[in-house]
């Protein structure tokens, strides 16, 4: 394993090499003062790469010890450079370099460049051996190495007997395409490039005159299938034998991707340049100092700065610390020592001063540059112009922060205000009044938008004489004011202060002839937390208040009361929500309640039942949530839910052998009044695999006063399909007696008002018979609900009614207890 010694390199560029040089024992020097007290340490090292930054680097000076002490054990050096142009490069290889890389390209070229002098440095020392004591060492060592090597490889063809000394390896023959025969037979010269061959004519020359000691360039090959290959190539005179006329070896290594990547390189280096000439600010490198020196700045300094970029170089005319505003000059500093300490990219927005004497904003952006110990050496990045972005981003920021009707403050503010005094004011009373100009929408109707508009300004400069340190008036959306009380106030000041509002709307509003809702809230600990919860509750105490306004100007105060009832009509709207979205229906499930046929005494149908059970409420009863549901639309998706989990208990009692069972399902008008109702029911039916004649529709007699011709219609369509259609609660709605022959249905659900006549001591005088005959005169069965004594059983199956259910028959039941009763049945028949 081959030992390098680092000199001078910053951290970066000794993480890049230890990742690049995996092969070989990595040691460091700070400078050149440690290098030569590690060469002279007595530790083996095999190959200097040594960093040179600066015109006036060190590594010159190092460079130029090396050469004039001329010892046989030190190193061969590869220089690596961030310094443009020749004159660095010819100047370290007059003091003796064996390479040079230039920055750009070293993390591609590096490990090659590395090759080509170790295997030179293990060849020459075979070489030494063979010319001491013929070995096979040799041999093994020039067959085995990953490089080409040749060994007095002559410019022009010449004979075996003329070149004796004449050595290539396998891996020259494979680079150049070609035997060792046919190499001694042409020559170096004829299968290099054309445009190559002068150099290396010239440097060929000088060698063999004793002028240079070696050499090292990029050259190309031309292989026999007259395919390019681009070599590396480094040679050293050989003093073998002062009789031999080749005295010289070579290596090559293969760099033809290399320069491919390098060539993109170029590209990239070239579409930079672009990049920074059109960069809306500068580039730069500076030292870490208070005064920011600048070691490199791009051309648009100018443009940015109104200063040339050398003014600034090396702080000759002034330093950069005298651009920046005096009030960010600590900021900067405080900010980039802690960017330096948490190694992180620095990013900031600041204020510089122009030699025109302007202020411009800038964003800075760029990182730390780090020495082997850690320490910063300098910064680079970026500094551009960001005024415009800035004078749009303020004009952006008062938009987004102001109502562009009035120039009040906005409902985002009102919510920062929110969040931010309770931090500050904590649980101390604050208050909040809306003021809902909802009936202003009538105003727009009568005399067009213009006028409410103008109206509302009216109403904004009445309201801004109420504005104060403490108060704050805001403009959340078109109908509505905000009033925000940010000091502690009592109960009857907030009421006075209300009240002072209102005379001032009605002295504007009161000839208009409409009304105004003021919603109050007290802010308490919880509230004060959530701006959007205190938002949602003022809405709906000025609802509630607009509401009860009329023409004349109410006020609600959200209490207990209210929330109590909002808290949890909003948790089973939260679950309705939740049904249909969970694949397990949220909590939705269904029971059955068994119908039984009077004349066989036999259970022939059942009443599919919906329950909720929801998270904070536990259970909830239809006559709840069916409400909620159809206010809020999700009895659409919740009654779909409804018929799914039916049809899977119809699949069952067939697979459990019922499947002369019915089922009946509770539906809503607005179920039924939905577009394509009865066209998507039958499809569910038919993806189902259910039949249509053991489904049952179920109805109260209440939905025909919506819209009667058209459920009529519906229902009919249904029926048609096979399904049967039930009046549910019949007797106490819209239709009674007088419409029931009008009606598409099949069955009469009598209303359990009725059933319960049945237990009184006139009994005989209910009209309950009257309703089972006229059920049969028109060939409609009747079916009792409520049934829960045995007395009404017997009376119901004297007058002749068809089917009953209810708590004396059966509770509800879950599908597998409905089974099992069905099961027990037939276990109990003759």
């Not at 805001?474 to 009592?490: G, H, K, P, Q, V």
């Not at 029911?681 to 007699?701: C, D």
Request: glycine residues 6%.
């Amino acid at each position: 394993m081959f030992t390098i010694l680092v000199v001078d390199g910053l951290e970066t560029d000794l993480e890049t090499i230890r990742d690049v040089l995996v092969d070989y024992t990595i040691m460091t020097a700070e400078n050149q003062k440690k290098a030569l007290e590690t060469l002279g340490s007595g530790q083996t090292v095999d190959l200097l790469l040594l960093f040179i930054n600066e015109p006036d680097s060190e590594g010159f000076q190092l460079l130029d010890t090396l050469k004039t002490r001329h010892k046989k054990d030190d190193p061969r050096t590869i220089v690596i450079s961030r310094l443009e142009g020749t004159e660095m490069e010819t100047r370290a290889f007059a003091l003796g370099a064996a390479d040079y890389i230039r920055a750009s390209a070293h993390l591609i070229a590096l490990k090659a460049r590395v090759e080509v002098q170790t295997a030179l440095i293990q060849a020459i020392r075979a070489l030494k051996q063979e010319a001491r004591q013929p070995s096979a060492a040799f041999d093994v060592i020039i067959n085995q190495v990953p490089v080409g090597i040749a060994v007095s490889f002559n410019q022009n063809p010449v004979s075996a007997e003329q070149n004796t000394q004449f050595q290539i390896n396998p891996a020259f023959e494979k680079i150049t395409g070609r035997t060792r025969e046919e190499l001694l037979h042409t020559g170096w010269a004829a299968i290099t490039h054309p445009d190559d061959v002068a150099e290396n004519q010239r440097y060929y020359e000088q060698l063999r005159a004793g002028d240079i000691q070696g050499y090292q360039m990029d050259k190309r090959f031309i292989r026999p299938d007259g395919s390019i290959v681009w070599v590396h190539f480094s040679v050293t005179a050989l003093h073998l034998s002062e009789h031999l006329q080749f005295n010289h070896i070579a290596l090559f290594q293969d760099i033809t991707e290399q320069r491919a990547i390098e060539q993109r390189l170029i590209e990239s280096e070239r579409s930079k340049s672009s990049l920074l000439s059109h960069l809306p600010g500068m580039a730069y490198r500076c030292r870490y100092d208070t005064s920011w020196t600048m070691l490199y700045i791009s051309a648009g300094c100018r443009r940015l700065t109104g200063y040339a970029e050398e003014s600034l170089i090396d702080n000759r005319d002034l330093s950069y610390n005298d651009l920046i505003a005096p009030e960010y000059r600590r900021v900067i500093w405080q900010e980039w020592s802690r960017i330096i300490r948490e190694r992180k990219a620095f990013s900031l927005e600041y204020e510089i001063t122009t030699k025109q004497g302007k202020r411009k904003w800038v964003l800075e952006m760029g990182q730390a540059v780090y020495s082997g110990s850690g320490d910063p050496q300098a910064l680079e990045g970026i500094i551009i112009d960001i005024s415009d972005r800035k004078a749009a981003e303020n004009a952006l920021q008062y938009n987004y922060q102001h109502d562009s009707l009035t120039g009040l403050f906005n409902r985002g503010v009102l919510e920062n205000h929110l969040q931010n005094d309770q931090a500050v004011y904590g649980v101390s009373r604050r208050a909040l009044i809306g003021v809902n100009l909802s009936s202003i929408g009538l105003l727009t109707r009568a005399y067009g938008f213009s006028y409410t508009q103008h109206l509302t300004q009216e109403l904004a400069e009445a309201l801004k004489q109420h504005i104060s340190d403490t108060t704050m008036l805001f403009r959340t959306n078109e109908l509505a004011f905000i009033f925000y009380m940010r000091r502690s106030i009592s109960k009857a000041e907030l009421m006075n202060f209300t009240q002072v509002i209102k005379g001032t709307m009605e002295s504007i509003l009161s000839l208009e002839r409409v009304g105004v809702g003021l919603g109050v809230l007290e802010l308490d600990d919880e509230t004060g937390a959530n701006a959007d919860e205190a938002m949602r509750k003022l809405l709906i105490a000025s609802e509630i208040a607009a509401g009860d306004s009329d023409n004349g100007f109410h006020v609600c105060v959200y209490d207990a009361a209210i929330a109590q009832t909002v808290t949890r009509e909003e948790e089973i709207e939260s679950a309705l929500s939740r049904v249909q979205t969970d694949a397990r229906d949220g909590g939705l499930y269904l029971l059955y309640q068994p119908i039984l046929d009077l004349k066989t005494d036999r259970i022939v149908a059942f009443e599919a039942l919906a329950r909720l059970n929801t998270r904070k409420l536990g259970l909830v009863q239809p006559s709840v949530f069916i409400p909620i549901a159809e206010k809020t639309k999700h009895i659409i998706p919740v009654g779909e839910k409804v018929f799914r989990q039916a049809f899977r208990f119809l699949r069952k009692l067939e697979e459990s052998g019922f499947g002369a069972i019915n089922v009946s399902i509770n539906v809503s008008v607005i179920q039924l009044l939905k577009s394509g109702f009865s066209t998507e029911l039958n499809a569910m039916i038919q993806e189902m695999g259910v039949r249509p004649e053991n489904i049952g529709i179920e109805i109260t007699e209440s939905v025909f006063s919506a819209n009667y011709r058209e459920i009529n219609r519906i229902l009919k369509e249904l029926q048609g399909s096979g399904m049967r259609i039930l009046i549910d609660d019949f007797g106490v709605g819209y239709s009674s007696f007088s419409r029931e022959s009008e009606l598409i249905t099949n069955s009469l659900k009598i209303d359990r008002y009725f059933i319960d006549k049945l237990m009184s001591p006139m009994a005989e005088k209910a009209i309950t018979r009257d309703i089972v005959s006229i059920a049969k005169r028109l060939n409609h069965t009747s079916i009792a609900e409520g049934v829960e004594h045995e007395r009404q059983l017997q009376l119901l199956k004297e007058y002749g009614c068809d089917k009953a259910q209810g708590y004396f028959i059966s509770k509800p039941l879950a599908e597998e207890a409905a089974i099992a009763l069905l099961k027990n049945q037939e276990a109990a028949s003759p």
